[in-house]
């Protein structure tokens, strides 16, 4: 089946700093999504970004199918980008589709 | 103001004792499913439900139960919960199975649950 592999697993920034997450997926997918949690465990949606860029002020993802990746740039970090940023595959699975998950990225932005 | 409404958000029962976590969606959405997340495993699908009346397995189903008996709520029940069924619940939902897409999936905001 399909798997999803996030590197780095952990990440310390200073506030002000830039960062790039990585997620890697062993297979064709639908589609790719981009979620933060934050540190009270709320999932936030940021991207879906099957294919090509794009940009949300300070952040931007990009998948490249063709060589199964897809990035998240954060730009000047700031300490509310704290949490775990995981990604996320849609994939057909028989009856069911569902999201196949990464294990994410911890990033804590220090001030 | 679209929403996935999950209670209880915070829960600490004793191995046994029948509990059920609601969840509630205001947004007329078919597809529901329910995950749990677990340090080193991510988040992983439970059970799913497509419409109502219409359930199915997802990846852990063992000691759960749903139901769907109208669109906008989908339970989570644990009959006799253990402790290895400690974990950050999530309830999700969207538009439609078809449309399991993009930024149309909403997130509950979470219910941790503790057996102990």
């Known amino acids: 089946g399909i798997q999803v592999e996030q590197s780095p697993p952990d990440l310390i920034l200073q506030e002000g700093a830039n960062s790039t997450l990585r997620c890697n997926f062993s297979?064709?997918?639908?589609?790719l999504q981009w979620f933060h949690q934050n540190p009270w465990g709320q999932l936030i949606n940021l991207f879906y970004i099957p294919s090509g860029t794009k940009q949300n002020g300070r952040l931007s993802a990009t998948t490249v199918v063709t060589e199964r990746y897809s990035l998240l740039y954060i730009s000047s970090s700031q300490t509310t980008d704290s949490g775990v940023y995981f990604c996320?595959?849609?994939?057909?699975?028989?009856?069911?589709?569902?999201?196949?998950w990464g294990l994410g990225t911890s990033l804590a932005v220090n001030p | 103001e679209a929403q996935v409404t999950q209670n209880p958000r915070y829960l600490i029962t004793v191995t046994g004792k029948k509990l059920t976590v609601t969840c509630s969606q205001n947004m007329n959405h078919e597809y529901m499913s329910w995950y749990r997340q677990d340090p080193g495993l991510g988040l992983r699908q439970i059970y799913y439900?497509?419409?109502?009346?219409?359930?199915d397995k997802g990846d852990v189903p063992e000691g759960y139960k749903v139901s769907r008996k109208e669109k906008r709520n989908f339970p989570l029940i644990l009959e006799s919960p253990s402790p290895n069924q400690t974990s950050l619940y999530f309830c999700?939902?969207?538009?439609?199975?078809?449309?399991?897409?993009?930024?149309?999936?909403?997130f509950g905001e979470g219910s941790w649950l503790t057996v102990v």
């Open positions: 996320a595959a849609i994939t057909n699975a028989g009856n069911n589709r569902k999201l196949i």
């Open positions: 297979d064709s997918v639908n589609n």
């Open positions: 999700a939902s969207s538009p439609s199975y078809w449309g399991l897409v993009g930024n149309t999936i909403y």
């Open positions: 439900s497509m419409n109502v009346e219409v359930t």
